[in-house]
């Protein structure tokens, strides 16, 4: 059966998900949603250009643009790590209320910042554990932990977490010169099958597709500058030092592969809101 396309939908950061036939819906795909990112007690949905509101009327834009019937969001939903604080839990039902009100399926994979956020949800939406899940071949997970042996099985692999990003020349309206971007890893073929116990199952896949944050204040990691800290060198290490890897901006201009080699010295300074969406 031919495989599901995966298509970036462009100057988004969003994936559409394209089944062959009827074997499913055609799903929009996005991560890194954190809501509450930049909110405050008398603000709780976030600062104008990232509220609740503006994000979700986007992923439901989006949606539509392209003939989606679900939406799956690749975890971190929400913002705040632990637990979900009084006046953020209307704003979270009423994004994914907003979503459900326009028809569309929708589906969460939680990640590191979803802590606790099932109870805040209308009870139409399906949630998904962190090890992820396989939508027509296509395994998707957040990218802070494992995935589950049916995810490593899928011939193409999507995930979020890693808020990748390229520091490029700044501007006055962007001094720190940081873009979102793609990632795109071509995996070697999968080992030979070993007789040795081993927790996991062996990684089959022969993509990865790391999506931008969809958050547009949410921090990037320069992947041109260096290796991921903090939490986010798992999925660099796991799997996007297994194959090339290349990086994409929004608009689908082609960065070229990330290095190989990064220096060992730690990235100094930043944006301050990087370092609170880490």
Known sequence: MPAALLRPIPDAPALLLDPPGSEGPRTLIVSDVHLGLGGRPDRPE???????????????RLAGVVHAEAILIAGDAKHPIVG????????????FARLLGDGFDVELVLGNHDVGIGRQLPREVTVHPATGVVRSGVGIFHGHRWPSNAVLRAPKLVAGHLHPGFRLAATPADP?????????VELPPPPKPSRRRRR?????AREVVVLPAFNPIAGTEALN?????????????RFLSRGPARAYLLDGTDLGPLPTE???DPPSGGDPRARAAR
Do not use: M, N
């Open 46 to 60: 976030g600062p104008p250009e990232a509220s609740a509101r503006v994000l979700a009327d986007e992923i439901v």
């Open 84 to 95: 979900t604080p009084p006046p953020l839990r209307p704003v979270l039902f009423d994004f």
């Open 176 to 184: 720190e010169g940081k873009r979102r971007c793609w990632v795109r």
């Open 200 to 204: 996991h199952g062996p990684l089959l």
């Open 225 to 237: 500058r260096h290796r991921p800290t903090r939490g986010r060198s798992f999925l660099f290490l």
């Open 262 to 264: 990064y220096s060992r």
